[in-house]
């Protein structure tokens, strides 16, 4: 018999290391480098020690493991906001503060940026991870290829078939938007 608290460190102990490569490549699917993962998946298990309901599973380790993943990904999420957040952006907010744009201007970004968004929303996910890392996060090919598992070529693929498929979308959305 061991303590409680005991009992559950040594299943999270053992849970870990079992899980660990799906640990890590969870981190790393959400656009995390090796360090930047192996972050993650420790400050999930930090995470992951204080929920209630982690205890719960002592005795389930594929739903500890299921949740573990999940504590994962929000963890390399948040890693990637912050790691965004911490970058210089061009704001908006100065423009409006000076009065330099008129509101008609203003709008017009607005929609432009929501058909974007709305356009990249529709491709699949590994385009979408592509056109992220690739485009709005600036890596190059080979990081991107690296973090994704595949070949700079593949990732120069993908890029330029979620390229067409923006450009055709942005059109349609630029023909409903004089039609509608």
Known sequence: ????????VGWVTK?????????????????LG?????????EALVTFL????????????????RLLIAVVRNAARNARR?????????????????????QVAMLSRAEERLAMS???????P???????????DEISGEEVAAQLGTTPGNVAVMLHRAKEKLR?????????????
Do not use: W, Y
Request: hydrophobic share 40%.
């Open 50 to 65: 204080g929920l209630p309901e982690a205890s719960t599973l002592i005795e389930h380790d594929q739903d500890g493991a």
């Open 168 to 180: 055709a979308c942005l059109v349609d959305a630029q023909v409903d938007a004089v039609t509608g």
């Open 118 to 124: 709305t356009c990249v929303a529709a491709l699949g």
């Open 34 to 42: 090796d360090a930047e993962a192996l972050d993650a998946v420790q």
């Open 1 to 8: 018999m061991c303590a409680p608290n005991g009992c559950f």
């Open 126 to 136: 590994g385009q979408q991870r592509v056109v992220i890392m690739r485009l709005l």
């Open 82 to 102: 912050r790691h965004h957040r911490s970058k210089p952006h061009d704001g908006d907010v100065e423009t409006l503060m000076d009065g330099g744009d008129d």
């Open 15 to 31: 849970l870990v290391r079992a899980e660990r490569p799906r640990l890590v490549a969870a981190a790393r699917n959400e656009g």
